[in-house]
């Protein structure tokens, strides 16, 4: 769902933004989540954009570490294993979305 909302995003960009042939030729910032962060600008750089990145919405918790919690199965912790196998998965999509081209 996220690479077609990078999509949509693409061809949302404004029709009078200052133009190298097809892209724009200002670099812009790219605002998503920390964890799409990579995918979502890999596709515009494929897409001939420069984008900016501008992380948001960082997972962090270090400061559990030390508590037995951090270190036992949980509904969070299966969560955060799902979103880093989702954008795996993503990153493969897009290496073979783009094979070729």
């Not at 960082?58 to 919690?69: I, V």
């Amino acid at each position: 769902m996220a690479h077609r909302a990078s999509q949509k995003n693409f061809r949302n960009i404004p029709p009078e933004t200052p133009r190298r042939g097809s892209v724009p030729a200002e670099r812009f910032f790219r605002v998503t989540s920390a964890s799409h962060m990579r995918r979502a600008v890999r596709h515009f750089e494929r897409a001939g954009l420069q984008p900016i990145p501008a992380p948001t919405g960082f997972k962090t918790g270090g400061d559990r570490l030390n508590t037995p919690s951090y270190w036992l199965p949980s509904a969070g912790n299966l969560r955060k294993t799902e979103r880093a196998v989702h954008e795996t998965l993503g990153l493969l999509a897009l290496e073979l979305d783009h094979r070729g081209r």
